[in-house]
């Protein structure tokens, strides 16, 4: 992809007007990432490089010149086509190129290609299954699906990708949609709960019905348990603990993925 470098106009010279074209004056850039905004009924681009727009939106990124691969301003970037200085006054009530390029950064809309939107989807859709067969077992064998089972009850479901929502948040959307395709609950939590010995017995009572299975208990200067819970009722062992010993008490979450048995998965099993 080929850019005009910015080359002042001048009245008296047409010289400098047909050097923008020349070779000379010309900047290749690759591996280039648009990134558009339309304001007051005009569009404006900016050339990034690939990767880096979504570091930079999620504060990994915080060198400006890591991202933009020019600090102009385009119209179209594909044809190099820079904007012009009243337009991105009028529109921006600025001058600053840099400062420019960062509200179309924070406001403006990633472009990608066809191609590469496809390989996006595919892989948001298997990290939401991949974040299903950790959270859920099969209801039948008590084993976590294969990915690949997921997958298919999802095709089946017709799940489409909400660009607004996380993969993770998608995925415990999703979890009982699929209770209509497949035998699937969440997989219990395992937490450790550690709470001063005077507010123990106390705790430990308003606790019994909320705990699933109780997997190790230390009596010593404190009281500690280590147990499985439903998801659902992690919130609920929260507060109690919290309430009841005034924020000296703590819970854990140890594992809140399946526990498979280290028996190898059978891709067959678990489908309709």
Known sequence: MTFSSHVPHSPTSRLGAEAMFTPVNQVR??????????????????????????????????????VLQTHSVFTNVSKGTLAKTKDLEKCFDSKDNTEIC????????????????????????????????????????NLPFPVSIIQQAMKDLKFSLKPNRSTKQQALELIPELRKELPIARAQMRITVVVPEKQAKEVKSKLKALVGT???????FDYEMVARIDPGAYRGIEEIVS????GKGTVEILDCKVQDSGKPIDENKGSK
């Open 29 to 66: 850039l690759t591996n280039v990432a648009i990134v558009r905004l339309k304001k007051k009924g005009k569009r404006f681009e900016i050339a990034c490089y690939k990767n880096k727009v979504v570091s930079w939106r999620n504060k990994v990124e915080k060198d400006i010149d890591e």
């Open 102 to 141: 960062k509200i179309i950064l924070e406001k403006g809309q990633l472009q990608v290609s066809q191609k590469e939107r496809k390989v996006e989807s595919a892989n948001k859709l298997r990290d939401i299954a991949t974040i299903v067969a950790e959270k859920c077992i099969n209801t039948d064998n």
């Open 214 to 220: 109780v997997e190790r208990e230390e009596w010593d």
């Open 243 to 246: 309430k009841e010993t005034r």
